[in-house]
């Protein structure tokens, strides 16, 4: 069944189909309405949310909750985000699964989001739905991937998807159409074994029970590992009207919307460009991208922000032969008065313009921020 | 692809637009329509302008949430207009108040439908109503749904606590409905 | 008919006010009360009756410096009328 | 109910008087750049900001004064503030405060923080702020719920108050308790005035006001830390019609975070 | 000075005793996986340690209970608990508990944490989590320094108090007051049970040990938050001689972080 | 005069000599001993150093004293970075002039130090010093280039930057020697205009006094241009044997120095090896290292980490033709059981096999974490 | 010579201990003291003289777990010398 | 480039080999020397070994804080002499004491020079000391730094609240001075 559902809502919903029992968080646009969607309905599923007093307390809350087995979200916007870099850190390395949602104001936050904000080497998976109606699917599917690798899973959303309301129908979905069983939580700190001599301590640094020190050469290396094997497997993008493209267009989550629109209606009156998105920022989908973009002249990133894709982009293409001035911005910094990141690039007129200009080689300006190169 | 339908609904204060806006959604979704909405607000909790934007496609839809250029219009009060009128497609069509627009409105490329949205509203009891009248009317004009999925629809929308408002809104909805001559401007092409 | 003593007025800028009533009770005297106009963005307004003290229990109260508070040199007397009406 | 009602004669209030009179106020604070601003009707948090403006004037420290904003409503009002101010992180005013003071010891240095930055985000920068004994004023605008961000329940929601996510009233054993702020910072050693006040009427407001300026004396005294909590009206974030802003405020808040000078010249005492 | 001692008999001391004897105490709690760490000779951390998992066993909660541990130098102690932990960040701890008590509300959850941890970094945690009335046990082992990273002052140090940074002890007018953390804690609304404890001699050590017992049954009797802090010695820090460290630790830290129980049934008391 | 002193102190001492005045910190090693150093000086110098309860407070009371005009520095590792990136993004925003010690444990946190952890668009002057020495010199530069830019700037150090201990001379430098004559600081709050009608609001959002709301497009397209001159200003490096150079050694910071080393020893062994370090990290100094570049077959980057500088010197060698087998990576993850970053990799015979490894095109290992590429 | 009654004795893990010295003020009787030699890492380390009750109180206060503790089931004597001795 | 004089310390515990670093390091400084060094504790506050390296140079070092391959070792204690042996290269130095390694200490490649260090610390009045008689031993043999420059710098590296055993120091250092024969190693060529 279909309902109409505003992107907060269907998140939630989404979210309890995939098991979660625990949120908590600290209110901050558009961030709040996922918090109050999540405070009306866990209670009713026998689950907990929990309004924490800031950010740190709403993550560490998370953590607390994920350590025991249960399925488990936070998040928040923006400077909240960045409060809670240091514990997004230690969670990863303390192999902890945990979806966490960055709402934010715009796309300022994809360096923070696919790079870890946080000190050491760690990568979150992190997911950008399109719409609503992918982000019930992608919801699900990242529960999946946190439990599957004990990885903290990162959904990028935004205002737009937040509040925009569509028709959509959630239904739960069993791990084997998500990509298969998955393993045990044996990990998982349930309080049952203290005095057995197999007691547990799920930490990140590395400490075992019964010894002193820890071996950071095989602490580190394992989890370097996983990463490893993370970037290999779990790159997902969508790509249209590649074939023949002279001018590719690259744009991630809400925005990317804009651009698959423009990108159709110029493909309908017979200009040869092309559609690439990554859904998954990392692992970035390079080699997508680079087949992608095999045949194009140009390589136009739609972003909005001063320039941070179009550097997963160019690493995508190293030494692919393409000059380097055939990789260009045509987004830019875009926001409106209240900085909630609804500025004006977010029209399909202004993306139309930036990309037949990209595609003439011309320059375009006038949008706030202006193209980057 | 798909034919989609933009309507752009813009208004002040108050909750008449976001209703009738999800109305109308929940209307399309209940005739099997594909949609999409979304409502903007002034951003905090204080003061400004109350738009939303509703996407009615007989299959999926292409169109991003924020539409630059649409079909259609409902004005529940022409303040904050201006900005929308450049959007509107030729063939499009806007409905407004004439109660509050009385010298009508300029709708430039559109076609302007005006509607005694105001004094429908008080006829129907539902003083503060006229974005349902506005909308009955707009539905009527062009078919986009029916009258009952409408009138089931606004069931659906109002929150309980409002329940007494029911009767006098699916009048004002009627009334609406009944104000423009039917399915003049058919916003589907089987249904003209 | 009776006489009203006013030792103070006050000026207001009823297109600032939002209408919260805020100014109505703080008034020692009760002089003032709420329009039944709209101003120009849509609220009701206070205005003022004979009486007015001077105290500027209406300007510490209201939110949005409505109030501009005067003592009068010499007080003002006012003629001021009763009127019985039935609604 | 039928009846008799006085239809009272409606004086010009649209010009100063014809008659001579003096001014014994104006519209808005001496310190104070513009009177127009988006905060709701009813809102309490303008009424407390010019207390705190007059406060400022009647001492005469207005060249030698800076503020630290936090993040909640009243952010708004800056734009108002003719005063040097630095605008804060969400809950982290008390530490920009504490450095600024540093450098400019001479000068006055005060937080406007609301409960939501103050008590929830930013307890701790607080708490540490007073026991350090820092030479502060922090200013905090009480209105038991995050006003900016929708109305939700704050750490200083006191029990039974109504906001957005406690519409039948926050209930202790599913939300937990709320902290008396002022009564707490006046129990650290390093506090010297702690005073609350509340703008749910005039008198409320003058006092309000001289507890402002009996903080800022003692800082200027060098005494250590000073605290003055203002309770103010949110009907928006508490769904009461702002006519009844002040009688709430009063009835449900004050009964808990009770008005007073709390501790003066580092003792504590009720009054 | 010249005088008379005794030379006294040396006993077996390697071995059991060959007579008949039942054994009244073993070198470790039985939920103790080691007993080798490298704290410093003279620590507390360990001797406080100990009378928690005696507690722990003693009501026989071994197999429900989950601790999380914040950073200092118990850090280390980790490894040798037998009992499930989750390891949390610096001052984070008490969130984490929380958490993990909502997904698993029979189990016994505590925190173990230092004063640089709870006070000094992680201060908003443990008052927020205490407000909320959270069932769950904060505990901390007070030292009034950060053991750690060398011995610096905490926000519990109290005035006079030797550490790193304040070699002729911490002096209020430029180091500000300390924090009396339990007292605090006991004045919040939503506490139930509030003691502290200190191990400078083994009364005070048995004392800690019913007081951990007592805070758990509150926790398992879901009355809301608990919390137990302990005096330990750091000689380390202090630059105290180890066998001296339990006077100093009695005059100059218990003589103002008064011992006893401060809060029982969520009724305020001083015994 | 030279004196012994170690890291540590000789930043502390050149940063007082740049008229830093305050300072505040939270304990943490490497940190730690930076902040004592601070605590015991600067008293001294009539400044003021304060023993922050947490990073949080740091940054803040740091952000605080920087807003009055005084020259003021804070810090942390790891962790504690982690902690203040919400601050370090917004005081990027507000235009404080801030210079921030990080001593990180290792060099993990170079995706954090160059693309900023926190949210939005924003990048902070990064400079790593090679050694005690070079560190006064940046010290006091650092404090130039904030005032000059009204930007944060940050200084990577490490625990051997903090505990080296080497002959230094510490003169105050004048701002010319530095760069040129500094603007004036009028833009700093000392309290004194209140009530003149220009008093000043120093904010992180673009808020104007005596009117409501914010112009986005102007707030944010200055500061994006500001950082674009940067970029274009201020990149420096360090490059050695560059001529016939088939393979390029890039290392940065004191790892940089037993790479100089191995390549110093090898040029003169007549190994055909050049070496470049950026010393800025942001701006990178992509054009002078493609120009490094140009004649080499391999660009072997040692970096103590999973692989994050090596996309600086993927981007800057984008377009130049080379192919993507031909950067490679002869670093990774290597730490010690305490976890402050002293692993196996700092070993000029490690160091030297990696390179001639790579010369070579064998694969290298055996050392913690591995290679990445 | 005299005669002492032990109730209870104690067994060391001597190479674990830190010579710390808590154990020695703690010890209610007064019957552990010292060692003049030094334990595999470098410490003085406590002995036991007749006398011990058995009470425990040793093993709490020990940071380092050296103590088990144990009650004899019937008192045991030990013959003990006082000696005079001149520095 | 210059010639750059490794050398490796260690030992356990206490303060003395960090000092005895600091000493030669300072006097290094005095007679205008390059100098470097960095010395390792157990991380945190409790225990482990404690060891130092210094570098000696007659011009820019360009060796890294942490020496792969070194010159010469002072061994206070042998304890954790092991991980040390592989570094020392052929024509190296080793001094070390006799009395804590009775039965000599096997120095690899590099030659071994044992002094009674603990003896003669005792002797000095400083028993605690065997770092400085060491260092001294190993100034003597290798003419790195003079036995004035030695005695100064120790003047400026102990600490004021330490200067009750400065003379006691001082006889320490003069007595290692004379323990090997004079300049046998020679650290600099023109002073051979
Ligand atoms: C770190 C961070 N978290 C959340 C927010 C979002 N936020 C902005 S204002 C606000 C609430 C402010 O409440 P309060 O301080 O009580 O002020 P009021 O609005 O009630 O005046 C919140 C949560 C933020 N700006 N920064
Ligand atoms: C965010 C963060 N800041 C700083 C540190 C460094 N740090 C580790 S332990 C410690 C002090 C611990 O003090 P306390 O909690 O009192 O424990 P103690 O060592 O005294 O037992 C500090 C500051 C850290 N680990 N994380
Ligand atoms: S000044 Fe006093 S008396 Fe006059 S209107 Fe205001 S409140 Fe009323
Ligand atoms: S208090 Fe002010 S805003 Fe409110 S009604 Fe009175 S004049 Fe208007
Ligand atoms: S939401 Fe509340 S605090 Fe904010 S402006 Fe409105 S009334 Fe004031
Ligand atoms: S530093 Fe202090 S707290 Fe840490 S182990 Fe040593 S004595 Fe214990
Ligand atoms: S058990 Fe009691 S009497 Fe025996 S040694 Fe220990 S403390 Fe002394
Ligand atoms: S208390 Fe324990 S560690 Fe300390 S001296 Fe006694 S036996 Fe040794
Ligand atoms: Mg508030
Ligand atoms: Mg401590």
């Not at chain 1, 997004?88 to 360096?111: C, H, K, W």
């Not at chain 4, 009243?74 to 630095?86: R, V």
Request: charged content about 20%; hydrophobic content about 40%.
């Amino acid at each position: 069944m279909r309902a109409l559902m505003e992107g907060s809502e269907a998140i939630a919903e989404a979210a309890i189909a995939a098991g979660c029992r625990f949120f908590a968080g600290y209110p901050m646009t558009p961030f709040t309405e996922l918090l109050e969607s999540f405070a009306k309905r866990l209670p009713e599923e026998g689950g907990a949310c929990i309004n924490a007093e800031s950010e740190l307390e709403a993550i560490g809350m998370a953590w607390g909750a994920a350590a025991t087995g249960a399925r488990v979200a936070t998040g928040s916007t923006g400077q909240g985000l960045s409060l809670m870099q240091e514990s997004m850190s230690e969670i990863t390395r303390a192999e902890i699964p945990l979806v966490v949602f960055n709402m934010a104001r715009g796309q300022g936050d994809y360096f923070q989001a696919t790079r870890g904000g946080g000190h050491g080497d760690y990568r979150h998976i992190v997911l950008a739905p399109i719409d609503v109606n992918e982000a019930v699917d992608i919801t699900q599917l990242a529960f999946h991937l946190a439990d599957q690798w004990r990885h903290p899973v990162l959904i990028y959303g935004d205002y737009l998807l937040a509040h925009t309301a569509e028709a959509v129908a959630i239904e739960p979905r069993s791990a084997e159409s998500l990509g298969g069983p998955l393993p045990e939580k044996d990990w998982a700190v349930d309080g049952s074994l203290g005095g057995s001599g197999r007691s547990r301590n799920l930490n990140p640094i590395g400490m075992e029970k019964g010894s002193k020190g820890i071996d950071p050469d095989r602490f580190w290396r394992l989890l370097q590992e996983k990463q490893d094997r993370i970037e290999a497997a779990e790159q997902r993008f969508e790509a249209e009207h590649t074939e023949g493209a002279e001018l590719l267009v690259v744009a991630f989550g809400t925005l990317a919307r804009f651009a698959r629109y423009v990108v159709r209606e110029l493909r309908a009156e017979g200009v040869p460009v092309g559609y690439f998105r990554p859904i998954t920022l990392w692992p970035f989908p390079g080699q997508a991208l680079a087949e992608a973009a095999a045949g194009a002249r140009t390589v136009a990133c739609l972003e909005q922000n001063a320039g941070q894709m179009i550097d997963d982009v160019r690493l995508s293409l190293f030494g692919s032969g393409l000059p380097a001035s055939s990789v260009v911005s045509i987004g830019g910094i875009s926001t409106d008065a209240a900085g909630f990141g609804i500025g004006p690039l977010l029209d399909t007129e202004v993306v139309r313009d930036r990309i037949r200009a990209a595609l003439e080689g011309r320059a375009v300006d006038g949008v706030l921020g202006g193209p980057i190169s | 692809m798909s034919v989609e339908r933009e309507i752009f609904l813009t208004g002040i204060g108050g909750q008449g637009v976001q209703l009738a806006a999800k109305i109308l959604a929940l209307a399309a979704i209940r005739e099997g329509r594909h949609v999409m909405s979304l409502g903007t607000y002034g951003g905090t909790m204080r003061g400004g302008n109350t738009d939303s934007t509703v996407v009615v496609a007989d299959g999926p839809i292409h169109t991003p949430p924020i539409v630059s250029r649409g079909w259609s219009a409902i004005v529940v009060h022409p303040q904050y207009w201006e900005p929308l009128r450049p959007k509107l497609r030729a063939g499009g069509v806007v409905v407004f108040d004439a109660n509050l627009a009385a010298d009508g409105l300029d709708a430039g490329v559109a076609a302007a439908f005006g509607v005694q949205a105001s004094d429908l509203a008080r006829e129907a009891d539902a003083g503060r109503a006229g974005s349902l009248v506005l909308l009955g009317a707009y539905c009527g004009l062009t078919g986009i749904v029916s009258l009952e999925a409408l009138q089931d629809a606004m069931q659906d929308a109002v929150p309980p606590y409002r329940h007494q408002h029911l009767e006098a809104n699916g009048r004002a909805l009627a009334l609406g409905h009944a104000a423009l001559s039917p399915a003049h401007v058919p916003a589907w092409e089987d249904t003209a | 008919m009776s006489q009203v003593e006013s030792r103070g007025t006050v000026v207001i800028a009823v297109d600032r006010c939002k209408g919260c009533e805020l100014c109505i009770p703080a008034c020692p005297p009760a002089v003032l009360s709420m329009s039944v106009d709209q101003n120009a963005i849509g609220f009701a307004y206070p205005e003022l009756a004979p009486g007015c003290t001077g105290c500027g229990a209406c300007l510490l109260v209201c939110p949005d410096f409505c109030f501009a508070v005067y003592g009068y040199d010499e007080p003002v007397l006012h003629e001021e009328e009763d009127t019985a009406c039935a609604p | 109910m039928k009846g008799s009602m006085t239809h009272r004669m409606k004086l010009d209030t649209a010009n100063p008087p014809a008659q001579a009179a003096r001014q014994k106020g104006s519209f808005a604070s001496g310190l104070q750049l513009t009177t127009d601003h988006d905060l709701c009707p009813g809102c309490g948090e303008p009424v407390a900001l010019r207390a705190l403006l007059d406060a400022v004037e009647t001492l005469g420290l207005a060249q030698r004064t800076i503020g630290v904003v936090g993040i909640g409503c009243y952010t708004a009002l800056t734009s108002m503030i003719d005063l040097d101010l630095i605008q804060a992180l969400h809950g982290r005013a008390p530490s920009l405060a504490t450095g600024a003071k540093r450098m400019r010891p001479d000068a006055l240095l005060f937080t406007l923080q609301g409960d939501g930055d103050m008590v929830n985000e930013g307890l701790q920068e607080v708490i540490h702020t007073a026991a350090r004994g820092e030479n502060v004023t922090c200013v905090l605008l009480n209105n038991g719920v995050f006003g900016e961000t929708g109305g939700h329940m704050t750490a200083t929601t006191v029990i039974g108050q109504r906001t957005k996510n406690t519409l039948e009233g926050r209930d202790a054993a599913y939300h937990g308790h709320p902290i008396l702020i002022g009564d707490l910072l006046a129990g650290l050693g390093g506090t010297s005035y702690v005073a609350r006040g509340s703008v749910h009427d005039a008198a409320g407001v003058a006092k309000t006001r001289k507890y402002f300026e009996r903080a800022f004396e003692s800082q200027m005294r060098g005494e250590g830390f000073s605290f003055v909590e203002v309770l103010t009206m949110c009907p928006t974030g508490w769904f009461v019609p702002t006519k009844e802003g002040p009688g709430y405020l009063d009835e449900v808040m004050g009964s808990v975070h009770v008005t007073g000078e709390l501790k003066v010249g580092g003792v504590l005492k009720r009054d």
